[in-house]
């Protein structure tokens, strides 16, 4: 059972990339998968989240209007869409998943520690 993160990259500011989580030895059915982001020397931050048991999504601050995060249909994929980048997006990108969790409702520190599953982090390095 494992995630993996994938889809990183060098861009450009403005540019986009699509980052993809997929798991191996279970499918996200029931799952909330969430993707986090750690920039040297700063603290992890939420980003996003999909619940797949009441279909509800949610944004930090950070991503509103930029990110989208969705899943595919065979619930072993998620992705996140990121357009619109900007260097202070450079980081690299988590996803982690929890079987019967639910995306949070104020974005805090704290629902990260309910994720059971933690993918290893796909580089983004936006450039100015």
């Known amino acids: 059972v494992q995630l993996q993160a994938s889809g990183g990259g060098l861009v450009q500011a403005g540019d986009s990339l699509r980052l993809s989580c997929a798991a191996s030895?279970?499918?996200?059915?029931?799952?909330?998968v969430g993707w986090f982001r750690q920039a040297p020397g700063k603290a992890r931050e939420f980003v996003a989240c999909?619940?797949?048991?009441?279909?509800?999504?949610y944004y930090a601050d950070i991503a509103k209007g930029r990110f989208t995060i969705s899943g595919d249909n065979a619930k072993t994929t998620a992705f996140l869409q990121m357009n619109s980048l900007k260097p202070e997006d450079t980081a690299v990108y988590y996803c982690?998943?929890?079987?019967?969790?639910?995306?949070?409702?104020?974005?805090?520190?704290?629902?990260?520690?309910?994720?059971?599953?933690w993918g290893e982090g796909t580089q983004v390095t936006v450039s100015s």
């Open positions: 982690a998943a929890d079987k019967w969790s639910r995306c949070p409702t104020v974005t805090n520190r704290f629902w990260a520690d309910g994720m059971t599953f």
């Open positions: 030895g279970f499918t996200f059915h029931y799952y909330a």
């Open positions: 999909l619940s797949d048991g009441d279909g509800h999504t």
